[in-house]
């Protein structure tokens, strides 16, 4: 790796540390429950979903590890460690962690129960480039419809959510690169081969 890529891998830690700091205060498993109304279309959606200041506060730090433009998004990190990285099950693992953010990413698990499936990724898109961030109009407008279609507390919900689940795996991710620096080029990784339809093998010092 170059000396700006091991800077960039400092960085990410630097980031994950923050971001786990800033979810110490929320603990506990995001639940919800859905009931049927007093109403054949109406249905009750209840969540444990923080107020939405606060979920502002924890997007500000997962920002960084999903805005396209940070040296320390998510994909970007796990790409510059992967391609430079010799040992087979460690690649194995980082494709697995790459699969996963990506399902994360698609998954549409509150607004789907609700009869309007939308991905995580457009929901996170759409909070922070119309709300917390910046103001695009047709963005907002589009959080709008949504909001129309399922409610704002589901929508909240599944941003909080969403940043939750994606978290798990930069912690992972934080776990490979942990010591990683231009004096310690080590990776590490679950002593487990994650390659495509293997299960077992011998590992190599």
């Given at each position: 790796m170059e000396l700006d890529e091991f800077s960039d891998v400092a960085l990410f830690r630097d980031r994950v540390a923050k971001f786990e700091n800033a979810q110490r205060k929320y603990q506990g498993?995001?639940?919800?429950?859905?009931?049927?109304g007093?109403?054949?279309?109406?249905?009750?959606f209840e969540a444990n979903t923080p107020d939405v200041e606060e979920v502002a506060s924890l997007a500000r730090n997962f920002r960084f590890f999903y805005a396209d433009n940070e040296p320390t998004q998510f994909q970007k990190i796990l790409t510059k460690v992967r391609r430079r990285t010799e040992d087979e099950w460690a690649c194995g693992y980082m494709d697995w962690l790459s699969d996963q953010y990506k399902?994360?990413?698609?998954?549409?698990?509150v607004s789907a129960d609700l009869g309007h499936p939308v991905p995580n990724r457009r929901i996170i898109d759409l909070w922070f480039n119309s709300e917390f961030f910046h103001s695009?109009?047709?963005?907002?407008?589009?959080?709008?419809?949504?909001h129309a279609a399922i409610g704002e507390v589901p929508s909240l919900f599944q941003l909080y959510l969403a940043i939750v689940r994606c978290s798990s795996f930069i912690r992972m991710l934080y776990s490979v690169v942990h010591a990683l620096d231009a004096d310690h080029k080590f990776v590490y990784s679950p002593n487990h081969h994650f390659g495509r339809g293997q299960s077992n093998g011998r590992r190599d010092a």
């Open positions: 498993i995001p639940i919800s429950r859905t009931a049927p007093e109403n054949l279309d109406e249905v009750i399902e994360a990413m698609k998954a549409t698990q695009e109009q047709a963005k907002r407008q589009e959080l709008i419809d949504i």
